[in-house]
């Protein structure tokens, strides 16, 4: 009886250990077309503004770009690095006005902007 208490309370554990990686759940996300469809980009420019409604994945991507930004994307796969600098670059050439807004918001002393431009510049 104590060795099954003890595998559970380890499997809680290890089940309550942050994650090494963010949810790979977007991993399949058509970066592609949303940076190819300019109204829908604006749209989740809006959302990860607090400026408008937010869809599922939207939300979701909200509450990751604060990490993300401040870790330089650390606890993404290979393919959310790609699917980010994607998206990143979509919003820097098709909207720059929404993404110097989202800079102002999440890095509004440029704490992470030497980090995160090295970041959008590699490929890993």
């Given at each position: 009886?104590?060795?099954?208490i003890l595998l559970c309370t380890?499997?809680?554990?290890?089940?309550?250990?942050?994650?090494?990686?963010?949810?790979?759940?977007?991993?399949?996300?058509?970066?592609?077309?949303?940076?190819?469809?300019?109204?829908?980009?604006?749209?989740?420019?809006?959302?990860?503004?607090?400026?408008?409604?937010?869809?599922?994945?939207?939300?979701?991507?909200?509450?990751?770009?604060?990490?993300?930004?401040?870790?330089?994307?650390?606890?993404?796969?290979?393919?959310?690095?790609?699917?980010?600098?994607?998206?990143?670059?979509?919003?820097?050439?098709?909207?720059?006005?929404?993404?110097?807004?989202?800079?102002?918001?999440?890095?509004?002393?440029?704490?992470?902007?030497?980090?995160?431009?090295?970041?959008?510049?590699?490929?890993?």
């Open positions: 009886m104590k060795t099954i380890l499997a809680a554990a290890a089940l309550a250990a942050p994650a090494d990686t963010y949810n790979s759940q977007y991993d399949n996300f058509d970066a592609t077309e949303l940076v190819g469809n300019t109204r829908l980009l604006k749209s989740y420019g809006r959302c990860f503004l607090g400026q408008g409604p937010c869809t599922a994945e939207g939300s979701d991507f909200k509450k990751t770009i604060p990490e993300a930004l401040r870790t330089t994307c650390a606890k993404c796969t290979p393919k959310q690095r790609e699917l980010v600098r994607v998206v990143v670059r979509g919003f820097q050439t098709k909207l720059p006005e929404i993404w110097e807004e989202l800079v102002k918001q999440q890095d509004p002393k440029g704490k992470f902007k030497e980090a995160f431009d090295r970041f959008l510049n590699s490929s890993d």
